[in-house]
């Protein structure tokens, strides 16, 4: 059983009930319902009494049935033990109590999915001989379980992968940063791999880097050059048009 299940478990469903008196006693009831399978499965009822701090009688559904720690505890659960209506009653908490709570729980919570939003960006520029290196960040997901890879050409990257950090945000989603490490080659294709349970297969995000300055004025020149003759096309066919009509 994870303890991380087992403590955010606790808080939904625990009850507990605080008696303390003028002369310095102090009681309290505390029930638990604890389980770590999605199915409930294994689903554990615990009841128990104190009196100031320690235990005196605990009743655990593994056993099924009251359990003394002091002298008067002891004999307080001889006597429950041979109530059989409050045994009964006590061993179907598991069912009428804990499960009904648990599958609310279930619903609102653990049984939804939230997709990752998936951006891609430059953290550092490189060249042929310098490497790049580039993140691809997920955020606003939920559950926490997911994995981004890297792939080069469709192949899975198994190195170069600089850091993986994961951290919630505070509102039940969370976020996942990776940063790949990378020597730009022509025709090459980087792209991340997101798995979760939000998405019904793995998303592949291509990375498209920045064109290099000398290849963004070249496709600026063409791209001038090739509105400057369609504008001369459409004028030398407005010329002809007009001198036709005349």
């Not at 992968?161 to 022509?186: C, R």
Request: glycine share 6%; charged share 15%; hydrophobic share 40%.
């Amino acid at each position: 059983m994870s303890f991380p299940k087992l403590w955010s478990f606790h808080h939904i469903l625990m009850l507990s009930v605080f008696i303390s008196t003028a002369n310095g006693y102090y009681y309290h009831h505390w029930s638990q319902c604890i389980h770590s399978f999605h199915d409930l499965s294994d689903m554990v009822y615990i009841d128990g009494y104190y009196f100031n701090k320690y235990m005196v009688i605990q009743f655990n559904s593994t056993l099924g049935y009251f359990v003394g720690f002091t002298e008067f505890g002891v004999s307080t659960a001889e006597i429950w033990n041979n109530n059989t209506a409050l045994v009964q009653e006590t061993r179907a908490r598991v069912d009428t109590f804990c499960k009904p709570n648990a599958e609310t729980r279930e619903t609102a919570i653990y049984g939804k999915t939230v997709a990752p939003k998936v951006k891609l960006s430059l953290v550092k520029k490189g060249d042929s001989r310098h490497p790049s290196l580039v993140m691809c960040s997920a955020y606003d997901f939920y559950p926490e379980k997911i994995k981004v890879s890297w792939l080069k050409n469709g192949a899975a990257v198994t190195s170069d992968v600089t850091s993986i950090e994961k951290m919630p945000n505070g509102d039940w989603y969370y976020q996942i940063h990776s940063e790949l490490e990378y020597i730009p080659k022509a025709g090459e294709k980087i792209s991340c791999m997101v798995e979760h349970a939000g998405f019904s297969k793995p998303m592949i995000y291509d990375w498209n880097p920045p064109l290099p300055e000398f290849e963004w004025n070249t496709q600026l020149l063409f791209t001038i050059g090739a509105a400057g003759l369609m504008l001369g096309i459409i004028i030398a066919a407005a010329g002809l048009i007009y001198y036709k009509s005349k």
